[in-house]
């Protein structure tokens, strides 16, 4: 905006020294004519340099010296010129300059208001030199620094709207990049906990299970586990060719093979993102086709749908009932339908027993996936395009709203001014003049009345109504007639003409919303209303139409500069800044995204570091054997705490009960008998707590062989978990465990473990803070078997 108002400036000067300039030359004698160039062509260079200057910067002594050489020129070339013609000139230049100043050098008030009273120095100085017998008239350096005040003051005005529109901006898209930030890291934390479900959980409860069978197939998939683990989710960008990917989708080994039967339709170039989802689901659903579906075939299809794509997998085994399936189990909902999601595409599974399955994914392209995801403002990291240009939008709509706001107030505060503080003088000193007089004051009147009721609107942060809009345009144009009609033509544009340099502020005002060209149409009628006026009277001589010429430039011209100026900061500065928000807005959404993105995964895999990674390494490099019972038992121990983990995201409303289910059915589908009590009302538990009260129930059912008892037992300020294992196999995961979680911890949790023969029991309670004041629960008993 500064840029923007520091051009307005140089451009409004140097048009008004040249026109001006020129009518003056035309107001000379012959013989004073080259005088009079050798002092004005003088300051059109000095202005034609600092236009230089816009694009090519130069010290600022240089400039502001430049600045003040036209002053000085415009100002000696007054008693050059002589009369009332020179008078107007040097009056209209110099009031111009002073004005633009303040624009010039908004960011150095002191050199602006410099520069403003050598201006009226200069005019004191001409005014003296020209007439030597009279004193200065001080009505137009008073006239002079009102100008100077307003503009000071109309820029302020914008400058703190503009700035209260960067700081809401700012706000807005600080709200919005929490809001990203947080939907990308749900989406990470989605696609790693389907990540962690299909190969770490799957490969630790494979080998938890086994016994005799063949474990070849472990090393090598313990070290692919180990790999998917410590990748980095959510960064895929760019495109990939899904036929490709497609193409190896590995089909198992051994006795778990599955024969894929290939049809597709390729080449099939998609983002990577939801190609990498749909690769990562047919892996999974070719791996429950060798687990459940009781055969070793299966068909993939794939085909292009409009912008989308389409791929399927279907068997002919032993079917289910997707019904029926528990929302704890995450292979069909998180690994295949979530991953879907995710990325704005859909996954559906259609099964009955007896029948086989068919599991179908379906992408439809950007613009619709966009649509599709609500809650998933950034895919891989990055905003999707239409949301990009919904939050340009936005910017560019604040920032126009705040700047329209300020320059409308700027333009209301000069219309009263000047029309309290020189036109009511003028109004009344010349009452004599007009033609009848009472018809000028109504005039006066009816633009305070258009002044008042606008301004209402606008303070009460409304917009103008049409109708009032036109019917104050209306009034306006009305009292520039009255005022051009009433008024002796040798009058118009000079000092008894009050109505000419005002009319139009009040019609900027009204305007100031609409493109230029319709303040530009409105000043059209009201100069034409007052070369009527003069005309039927008789064509004025050719220093009268210089004189009027060099008063509409400085009044009418003056005002047209101003409504380019505010066309151009609504329809130029404010998409610019738009642009330039929305860009930065997602440069630092991306960096936190990536920054956020980069420490979640690092807290994970440190998480796994201490207990699943070893596992896999040892498995992977034939450090531990699969045979070894010790080792079973601690995989089993592993593959209960992700089950935790995965329920750990689940809407429910008793979260701690719905993980220690969680952990319960691994249990119960290894062969424990597990018995579920729970006694009192259930309240809310932090999640960190949650994760401490069940890890040691969750090592011990890991443990158990074949009974285990788990109660959850809730007073108004303490819940306790506890389990007694009947036969719990002994080791040193166990033991371990128990002192880890017995140590000192941020939540806060204790752990008892009392063993007793085979039985093992193990409690682990948490007291809320007594500071919280809030009790957890309300006393009453449930008790589920």
């Not at 120095?121 to 003296?128: F, I, K, N, S, Y």
Request: net charge positive.
């Amino acid at each position: 905006m500064i840029l923007t108002l520091e051009r307005y400036g140089v451009w409004l000067r140097s048009s008004v020294v040249c026109l001006c300039g020129a009518l003056g030359v035309v107001l000379a004698d012959g013989a004073e004519i080259p005088l009079a160039m050798s002092l004005l062509v003088p300051a059109v260079l000095a202005c034609g340099v600092r236009l230089y200057a816009l694009r090519h910067p130069l010290p600022f002594a240089l400039l502001w010296t430049l600045d003040a050489a036209v002053l000085v020129l415009t100002g000696l070339s007054q008693p050059v010129l002589g009369g009332e013609g020179a008078d107007v000139m040097v009056e209209a230049i110099v009031g111009i300059c002073v004005v633009a100043f303040q624009y010039e050098w908004a960011t150095r008030p002191v050199a602006g208001f410099g520069l403003a009273a050598l201006g009226t120095a200069v005019c004191v100085l001409g005014d003296v030199l020209s007439s030597p017998g009279h004193g200065p008239d001080v009505v137009p350096l008073v006239r002079m620094f009102v100008q100077v005040g307003l503009s000071r003051a109309a820029y302020l005005m914008v400058r703190a709207r503009a700035r209260a529109a960067d700081r809401s901006a700012a706000a807005r898209a600080a709200s919005r990049r929490e809001a990203a930030v947080a939907a990308a890291r749900r989406a990470t934390e989605r696609e790693y906990l389907a990540t962690l479900h299909d190969t770490a959980s799957a490969t630790l409860l494979m080998v938890s299970q086994g016994d005799g069978r063949d474990w070849s197939w472990l090393p090598p998939r313990a070290r692919q586990d180990l790999e998917a683990l410590s990748a980095m989710p959510g960064f895929e960008t760019g495109s990939v060719d899904l036929a490709v990917l497609l193409g190896c989708v590995p089909e198992g080994e051994g006795p778990a093979r599955v024969q894929l039967k290939t049809r597709i339709d390729g080449p099939l170039v998609i983002p990577s993102g939801p190609g990498l989802a749909i690769f990562n689901g047919v892996r999974e659903a070719v791996t429950n086709v060798a687990r459940h579906a009781g055969v070793r075939e299966a068909e993939l299809r794939a085909w292009a749908e409009g912008d989308g794509v389409v791929v399927e997998l279907a068997d002919a085994g032993r079917g289910f009932d997707p019904q029926s399936v528990p929302a704890r189990r995450r292979g069909v909902s998180g690994s295949i339908i979530g991953r879907m999601h995710t990325v704005g595409g859909s996954a559906s599974v259609t099964s009955h027993p007896g029948t086989g399955t068919r599991v179908q994914w379906r992408w439809h392209g950007r613009a619709r996936a966009a649509q599709a995801v609500d809650e998933a403002q950034v895919t891989a990291g990055v905003p999707r395009t239409p949301r990009v240009q919904a939050q340009h939008t936005a910017a560019v709509r604040l920032i126009r709203g705040q700047l329209l706001y300020g320059a409308q107030l700027a333009v209301l505060l000069i219309s009263l001014v000047w029309q309290f503080a020189v036109s009511l003088r003028r109004l009344m000193v010349h009452q004599d003049v007009f033609r009848p007089a009472w018809a000028q004051t109504a005039a006066f009147v009816c633009l305070a009345a258009v002044a008042v009721a606008g301004g209402a609107y606008l303070l009460r942060g409304r917009q103008i109504p049409p109708r009032v809009r036109g019917w104050s345009l209306g009034s306006v144009l009305a009292v520039s007639a009255v005022c051009a009609f009433t008024l002796p033509p040798e009058q118009s544009t000079g000092p008894a003409d009050w109505a000419f340099g005002l009319v139009g502020w009040h019609a900027l005002f009204l305007l100031a919303d609409l493109r230029v060209r319709f303040f530009a149409a409105f000043l059209g009628a009201h100069m034409g209303l007052n070369a009527t006026a003069v005309f039927l009277s008789g064509a004025p001589t050719a220093a009268e139409s210089a004189v009027m010429g060099i008063s509409t430039i400085s009044a009418c011209g003056f005002q047209l500069s101003v409504g380019v100026l505010v066309t151009r900061l609504l329809h130029g500065t404010a998409p610019a800044a738009g642009t330039a928000a929305a860009r930065e807005e997602e440069m630092r959404t991306r960096e936190r995204i990536h920054e956020d993105m980069q420490r979640d995964h690092k807290e994970r895999y440190r998480a796994l570091t201490a207990t699943t990674v070893p596992l896999l390494v040892g498995l992977g490099h034939g450090v531990l054997s699969p045979h070894d019972e010790e080792v079973r038992l601690r995989c089993g121990v592993e593959a209960t705490r992700m089950r935790r983990l995965f329920a750990e995201g689940d809407a429910v409303s008793d979260p701690l009960l719905n993980e220690l289910r969680a952990c319960v059915e691994v249990a119960e589908h290894q062969g424990v008998t597990v018995s579920l009590a729970v006694r009192g009302q259930s309240g809310e538990v932090p999640v960190e707590v949650r994760r401490e009260l069940i890890d040691p129930v969750a090592v011990i059912l890991g443990r158990t062989r074949s009974t285990a008892r788990v109660t959850v037992a809730w007073t108004p300020r303490a819940v306790r978990v506890s389990v007694v294992s009947e036969d719990c196999a002994g080791g040193r995961g166990t033991g371990e465990a128990a002192q880890a979680h017995g140590r000192a911890t941020d939540a806060k949790v204790t752990v008892a473990r009392t063993t007793r023969g085979g039985s093992v029991w193990v409690e682990a309670g948490w007291r809320r803070p007594a500071a919280s004041g809030v009790e957890l629960t309300a006393a009453s008993g449930v008790e589920l078997t």
